[in-house]
C-alpha cells in the first residue's frame, strides 16, 4: 500500500488557517489524494479529495505538490469544531481506505 | 448526518457469546464495507461488499463474518467474542465500491463491549 505521512498532532488558534501537511513520496500516477477526518466520539467524515490540480469545496481547500508527493489540506478559519483527527489516505481504486495514525487537531478558542 | 445508520449504538455482551451489528447504508449506494477501531490498532478494514457480493476482505477473522442482503443492508456476525474484540465497529457505503475517486460514507458506529 502507498504509505503517507503526517504529524502526530497540530494546534491552531479559532479563527485561524490551519495547514495539515502530508508526504506521500512513493505515490503512484492513478492514485487519488483523500482526506478524512473523525471527529470525537464520531464516524470519519470525508473532506475533500484530488489527483493533480488543487481542488476546494465548502470544507476545506487541498493543495497538491506539482510532483504530488506531498500535499497540503488548508481549513481557511479553524473552528473549536474542527478538532478532529484528520487521515491523509492514498485511493489507487479498488482497494479499501488504509487508515494511518492521522493528524489529531486542536483548536484554541 | 451521513446517512448510514447503524445499530445497535452500544452492545454489552460476555466472552463467548455471539452478536449481530447492522447497517443501512446510504440510499443508492451499492457498496457496504466494515471497519474495526480499537485503542491500539487504530481503523482496521474487515471486509467490504458490493451489490450482495463479497469484493474485499482486510483482517478478518474467521469467528467474524457479514453479508449484505438484497435491500442492500449489510449484517456484521462476531461470534465466540473475546476481551479483545471490545472495539467500536463502523460501517460505510460507497456509490460503487471501485474506482480511486469513490467517496466512502461512514455511519455512527456500534460500541462494543465485551466482559
Known amino acids: 500500500d502507498a504509505k503517507t505521512t503526517q504529524p502526530n498532532s497540530m494546534e491552531s488558534n479559532e479563527e485561524e488557517p490551519v495547514h495539515l501537511p502530508c508526504n506521500h513520496s512513493t505515490i503512484s500516477g492513478t492514485d487519488y489524494i483523500h482526506w478524512y477526518r473523525q471527529l470525537p466520539s464520531q464516524g470519519p467524515e470525508y473532506v475533500i479529495h484530488?489527483?493533480?490540480s488543487n481542488v476546494n469545496n465548502r470544507m476545506a481547500s487541498l493543495a497538491i505538490a506539482e510532483d504530488r508527493k506531498s500535499s497540503t489540506l488548508i481549513l481557511h478559519r479553524a473552528t473549536l469544531r474542527d478538532a478532529a483527527v484528520y487521515y491523509c489516505i492514498l485511493t489507487p481504486g479498488n482497494t479499501p481506505l488504509v487508515f494511518g495514525k492521522g493528524t489529531r487537531l486542536s483548536v484554541i478558542a | 448526518d451521513s446517512g448510514v445508520t447503524q445499530t445497535p449504538k452500544h452492545l454489552i455482551t460476555a466472552t463467548g457469546q455471539r452478536v449481530t451489528l447492522r447497517c443501512s447504508p446510504r440510499?443508492?449506494?451499492?457498496?457496504v464495507y466494515w471497519y474495526q477501531q480499537s485503542l491500539d490498532q487504530g481503523l482496521q478494514f474487515l471486509i467490504q461488499?458490493?451489490?450482495?457480493?463479497?469484493?474485499a476482505k482486510g483482517n478478518i477473522l474467521e469467528r467474524f463474518s457479514a453479508q449484505q442482503f438484497p435491500d442492500l443492508h449489510s449484517e456484521l456476525n462476531l461470534s465466540s467474542l473475546e476481551l479483545g474484540d471490545s472495539a467500536l465497529y463502523f460501517c460505510?457505503?460507497?456509490?460503487?465500491?471501485?474506482?480511486?475517486?469513490?467517496?466512502?460514507?461512514f455511519g455512527p458506529g456500534t460500541r462494543l463491549t465485551v466482559l
Open positions: 461488499y458490493y451489490n450482495g457480493e463479497e469484493r
Open positions: 440510499s443508492g449506494d451499492l457498496s
Open positions: 484530488g489527483l493533480t
Open positions: 460505510a457505503s460507497s456509490i460503487s465500491g471501485q474506482g480511486a475517486m469513490d467517496t466512502q460514507y
